[in-house]
Each structure stands twice: as structure tokens, then as C-alpha cells.
């Protein structure tokens, strides 16, 4: 398979000028948006995507064209959102799509906001993410002077809005209604659904949340057609996906390729292996929420989410981490549980304390002083977490947990039996 | 109404008044504006002294213990003046099996510092933060509007040596400058 094959959402990455106006249009840039504009009624455009069964790529994977239809047709005000927080342990992929392509990204923004009758759309970006939001801004403000955006555009009678709004670092404000209350200038604690923000969202209004990749693909589907978007990927698993790859491997960064690809292929000739010296153990191929799979098993799958959901994990962002030989897991996973136990928006007992025993009992293991009743208490104190709260911040905590203990339980039992420095006792190994 | 907190007025630019006032306008509420506004402060003083609740208070009618809320729930948002260097360098998986903890080990040798400490002089701090969405450029450390990535021993010594003269290097995600010159 050829690095050149597919190149539909990463054509300017890398290049240093992608992410000028004037490069984006004389490579085809805003044409999308023209044709739409001046020949399809929103709800054309809502089929067009429904039938290239693009599904959205900030974790959940629901299908787009489906989310918008879920608009009522009568509502007075609607607001779209695109969701850039990108805050998922192992993903950096939209930072590229705003860093290379910031007008591709506007586009499907002002396309996709067309098709739910939106007037005001806001791009949140996390707030860490300083250089990218001037980037961001510079490129929105392009398009309002080139009649993208604004009153009437290009003189179609279309109205349309954009602000690009920084967040302040809360990993939390990524979920769908901990971003839309964010914007309300509340804290960013999610909401119970339903409602489902596509009823009732932002100021009590119907709103669309999608992920930046979701967005940018949508000029080219536009474009090709649907029918060009299903031609890659496999039936259930249209299109192509990026790909952030972290870890020792040869080459890392962001790959797009179809979806359903074999692992093996990708890991050989876009990841080129590991690095001399190192050795693949484990990975987790859907940002940090997703259970974590060994080598073995990855070299078996296939990259698209029924096969992947088939081998028990879940393509999630697409945030692979590729872990080595010499990672020691309880180490990994103590780093884990402190993230999603410092992000737990406190709302819920079972993911605010849940988090903070897993992290606790970790620690505990980390610095020798385990009992081997650890490990069942360690799932005991999973089991209390999953499916039983507001958002899935408790389950994305719950799913490394458990599969790192399922997988690689012989490294924890190795902490009961020695402390840090392997071959010397834990406290419970000398009878303390 | 009185505001104890109020001892010294805020001194904001006119550009960050203009800013503030634009920002009100295109908000669809005032609430809604007040996330943007703290920014805008931030971003010229450094930080939200209590004048600035104030001023945030009477200019957006919103209630104290939601500017406080905010504050407190976003830990970007900063109520005390920070040192003038903030490092704040990634701890999160793919850094760590990257190298980080080597990285941050090495910072606090070069400070004279643990991580979550200042020196003494206000010139650095160093923090340990989560994940900064530059994992396959890691180890990393965030300073101000910029990233810098792929970090080795020496091009921490290089960065520090710059910053104790008040030089701020060129970070790799600083690329665009040149570009959009
Ligand atoms: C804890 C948590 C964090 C999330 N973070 C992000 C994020 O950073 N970016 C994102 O696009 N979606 C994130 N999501 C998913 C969103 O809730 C939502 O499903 C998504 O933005 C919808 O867009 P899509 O349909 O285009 O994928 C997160 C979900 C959860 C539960
Ligand atoms: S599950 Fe956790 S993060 Fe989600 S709403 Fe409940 S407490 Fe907050």
C-alpha cells in the first residue's frame, strides 16, 4: 500500500503554505461550498452525508448524516459546534487538520452548519493549544473577508456566524455537553441525555457537536460524492481515518489511510517498526479510553471499528499508543488513573471516588507495599464504576484498568512480590 | 455596591477594553461571554487579580461566584501571579514511555526545583500537566502560546541558558511566524 494512496483529509499536511486562503482555493478550496450554496437544500446535503456513512471520528463513532437528521425541522435557532478540544491521551490528529488545513476544516464547518440551519457556529479549541487558535482565528477572519462567512453568503441568502472559542484546560469539556455548558460560562460538566444536544443543547437549542476530522471531510464528500467516500474503507466502516501514532516506533505522526487496513501492513510500512533496540508489546489503538491489546492480537486485526470492536477494544480517536517491551504496564496505568482521576469533573460518586482508589491502590502497588487481595479489589472497584454515571469519563477510566490487569496481570502480581527494585520484597513478600 | 476585594483599580489596555467590548457583542449572553473576557485579561496581565473579578462582575452581570466558579474549575485560568517562566512539561503515557520522566528529572536538576515548585527568585516554575495533545512529538513542555517537543537533555540546557537572558527561543511550534512573515 502507497504513503500516497488516500489523501483526503491530510493533502496539505506537512506543506508550509496549506493553511493560506489562497492555496486552499486554487487547489479547489470553497468550491464544496459554492455547489452547496447555490444547488442543494439542507436536507440534500443530510442525505449525501447519511449515504456516505461517514461516522464521527471524536470517539463514538455515530453516524453523522443520522446525528443531523435528529434537528427538528421547526426550530428557530440551531447551533453547530465543532468539537477541538482534543484532549484524549494519544491523539493529536486535529491539531494537524487546524495547524495544515485550517480552511478545510472551516468549510465542512460552514457546510455542515448549512445542512442543520444553523446561523452561529463556535470551534472549540483547548486552550493549550495557543499557537493553533491565533492560526485558527487568522484563517476565520480570511474567510469572512473572502465572503465565506458572515450575511449572505456569496450572495445565496445564507447567514452564518463563526467564533472560535479557547478553552482553559479540562478534559472534560471534549464531552459533547461538558463543551456545549463550557460555552454557557459554566463550569464544563456534562449533562444527563437525554435530552440529546441535537434536541435541546446549547441555551436550551438544538446543537450539533462534531469532531474536527468529522467536519473536514465533509467538502470532499461533497465534491465526490458519496458514492467516491464509500469507495475507501470497508462496508460498515466507510472512509479513511487519521491515524496519531506515539511511541518508539520508527516513524510517528498522523497517517491517513482507508479504513480497514490490516494492522500488520500499516505497522510495516507507514510505522517502519520500532526502533532498534525496542520491542512491541502492547498498544492502545483508540486514545487512552479504549482497552489496551498486545501485540499479538494487534497484528491480527484490522484498522476499522467492527474489527477492531471484534478483538475487544474500540477505534475511539484513532490515538494509537504503541507500547514497548521495556514500559513496565503498572507504571503506565498508574499514569493513566492520575489522569482521569485529576479530570473527573466530581459530579458523579462513582467516577470521582472510583478514580481516586484506582489511583490510590496503584500507588500503593508502585511503591511495595500491595497485598495480593489488591488485584480483586482493584476490579471490584471497577465494576462499581462502569455504566453508572452521567458521561463515560468512568467507563474510559474502567476499560485500560481492567484490560491492563486482564493482559498483563503477571507485571502487577510482580509488584506484590517486589518493591520498585525488582528482586528485592515487597512489605507483604517479608511478612510486614 | 462595595467590592472588598477592590484595593488597587484594574489597568486594562484600550485594545483588551475594544476586545472585551467585541466579545460582548458577539456572545449570545453574558454568561456566555465571561469565559472569553477572563482570557482576554489573562492573556495582558498574567493572571486574574481580584480587581479584575471585579471589573468582570460589573461589565458582564454575571454573579462573583461564577467568575470564582470558572476560576477554580479551569486550571489554565491562574489567581495568583505566576513566575515569570512556567514550564509545564507532560506526564502523560505516550511522553512517558517516550522519555519524559528522564526530561523532568533533568529539569529539576538544572532548577534546583521539584516538579510543582518555583524558584525562589520567581523566575521559573515547573509543573507536571497531562496530556497536551503532542504525543508523537514528545517528550514535550508547554511554555506560554508554544510547544517545545522532542526534548533531549541538551535542548533543555538550551532553553534554559536562553531563558535566564530573557531570550525566548524559537519553538517548534512556532513554524508559522517565518511563514506568515
Ligand atoms: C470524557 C470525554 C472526552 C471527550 N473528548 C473529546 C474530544 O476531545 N474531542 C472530540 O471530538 N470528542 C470528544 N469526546 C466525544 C464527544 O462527546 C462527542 O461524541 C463528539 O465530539 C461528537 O462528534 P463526532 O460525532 O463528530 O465524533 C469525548 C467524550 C468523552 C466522554
Ligand atoms: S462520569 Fe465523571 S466526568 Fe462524567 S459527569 Fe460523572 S463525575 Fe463527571
Redo the contacts with the bound molecule.
Keep these: 500500500m502507497s504513503r500516497e494512496e488516500c489523501k483526503i483529509l491530510s493533502a496539505r499536511f506537512g506543506r508550509p503554505d496549506g493553511h493560506r486562503l489562497k492555496v486552499y482555493e486554487a487547489e479547489g478550496g470553497y468550491q464544496a461550498l459554492r455547489q452547496v450554496l447555490g444547488e442543494r437544500q439542507p436536507d440534500e446535503v443530510i442525505e449525501a452525508v447519511k449515504e456516505s456513512g461517514l461516522?464521527?471520528?471524536?470517539?463514538?463513532?455515530?453516524p453523522?448524516g443520522v446525528?443531523w437528521g435528529f434537528v427538528p425541522k421547526d426550530a428557530d435557532q440551531v447551533y453547530f459546534f465543532v468539537?477541538?478540544?482534543?484532549?484524549?491521551p494519544g491523539?493529536f490528529k486535529?491539531r494537524y487538520l487546524m495547524d495544515y488545513d485550517p480552511h478545510q476544516m472551516i468549510e465542512g464547518t460552514i457546510i455542515s452548519s448549512y445542512a442543520v440551519r444553523a446561523n452561529l457556529a463556535f470551534i472549540y479549541i483547548?486552550g493549550e493549544f495557543g499557537w493553533l487558535i491565533d492560526r485558527v482565528q487568522k484563517a476565520v477572519d480570511e474567510a469572512y473577508a473572502a465572503g465565506y462567512l458572515g450575511k449572505d453568503i456569496l450572495g445565496r441568502g445564507y447567514d452564518l456566524d463563526m467564533i472560535v472559542h479557547k478553552g482553559a484546560g479540562a478534559?472534560?469539556?471534549?464531552?459533547?455537553?461538558?463543551?456545549i455548558n463550557s460555552v454557557t460560562g459554566t463550569k464544563g460538566q456534562?449533562s444527563i441525555k437525554p435530552p440529546f444536544p441535537a434536541v435541546s443543547g446549547f441555551l436550551g437549542k438544538p446543537t450539533i457537536?462534531?469532531?474536527?476530522?468529522?467536519?473536514a471531510a465533509v467538502p470532499w464528500i461533497m465534491i465526490h460524492g458519496a458514492e467516491a467516500y464509500r469507495a475507501h474503507g470497508t462496508e460498515k466502516s466507510a472512509g479513511t481515518k487519521l491515524w496519531s501514532v506515539s511511541g518508539p516506533v520508527k516513524n510517528q505522526g498522523v497517517f491517513e489511510v482507508p479504513l480497514g487496513i490490516p494492522f500488520a501492513d500499516f505497522y510495516r510500512d507507514h510505522l517502519g517498526g520500532m526502533r532498534d533496540g525496542e520491542e512491541f508489546k502492547a498498544c492502545i489503538v483508540g486514545g487512552s479510553?479504549v482497552p489496551v491489546l498486545t501485540a499479538d492480537e494487534m497484528m491480527g486485526c484490522n484498522l476499522d471499528y467492527e474489527s477492531l470492536q471484534e478483538a475487544g477494544t474500540m477505534l475511539g480517536?484513532g490515538g494509537m499508543i504503541m507500547i514497548p517491551k521495556s514500559a513496565d504496564m503498572v507504571e503506565l496505568i498508574k499514569v493513566l488513573m492520575h489522569f482521569y482521576w485529576d479530570?473527573s469533573c466530581g459530579q458523579c460518586t462513582p467516577c470521582r471516588e472510583g478514580t481516586g482508589w484506582l489511583h490510590r491502590l496503584i500507588g500503593k502497588l508502585l511503591k511495595g507495599e500491595g497485598v495480593p487481595d489488591d488485584l480483586d479489589l482493584l476490579d471490584k472497584v471497577c465494576e462499581g464504576m462502569g455504566g453508572l454515571t452521567i458521561?463515560?469519563?468512568a467507563d474510559?477510566a474502567v476499560m485500560p484498568m481492567q484490560s491492563f490487569l486482564q493482559r498483563f496481570r503477571a507485571e502487577f502480581e510482580a509488584r506484590i512480590h517486589e518493591t520498585a527494585t525488582p528482586g528485592s520484597p515487597s512489605r507483604w513478600a517479608r511478612g510486614e | 455596591m462595595d467590592h472588598p476585594e477592590t484595593a488597587t483599580p484594574l489597568e486594562l489596555s484600550e485594545q483588551s477594553r475594544q476586545r472585551i467590548a467585541d466579545i460582548i457583542d458577539r456572545y449570545p449572553t453574558g454568561q456566555s461571554a465571561l469565559m472569553p473576557c477572563i482570557w482576554v485579561i489573562q492573556e495582558e496581565i498574567g493572571w486574574i487579580p481580584p480587581a479584575a473579578i471585579d471589573h468582570l462582575v460589573d461589565t458582564l452581570g454575571v454573579t462573583r461566584a461564577r467568575v470564582h466558579e470558572l476560576l477554580t474549575f479551569y486550571t489554565m485560568f491562574r489567581t495568583e501571579k505566576p513566575a515569570q517562566y512556567v514550564l509545564e512539561v507532560c506526564q502523560n503515557i505516550s511522553c512517558h514511555v517516550l522519555g519524559a520522566r528522564e526530561i523532568i528529572a533533568h529539569l529539576e536538576k538544572r532548577l534546583g526545583i521539584r516538579i510543582g515548585e518555583a524558584t525562589p527568585d520567581g523566575k521559573f516554575a515547573l509543573h507536571g500537566v497531562e496530556c497536551l495533545g503532542a504525543c508523537g512529538h514528545g517528550p514535550m513542555l508547554q511554555l506560554g502560546k508554544h510547544f517545545y517537543e522532542y526534548l533531549t537533555p541538551e535542548k533543555v540546557d538550551d532553553l534554559l541558558e536562553n531563558l535566564r537572558k530573557d531570550v525566548v527561543p524559537r519553538a517548534d511550534t512556532d513554524r508559522h511566524l517565518e511563514e506568515d512573515a
Design positions: 461516522r464521527g471520528r471524536g470517539g463514538a463513532g455515530f453523522t446525528k468539537n477541538a478540544d482534543e484532549s484524549e491523539t486535529d483547548r478534559y472534560i469539556c471534549g464531552e459533547e455537553t461538558g463543551l456534562p457537536v462534531n469532531n474536527v476530522e468529522t467536519v479510553s480517536s479530570e458521561c463515560p469519563l474510559a
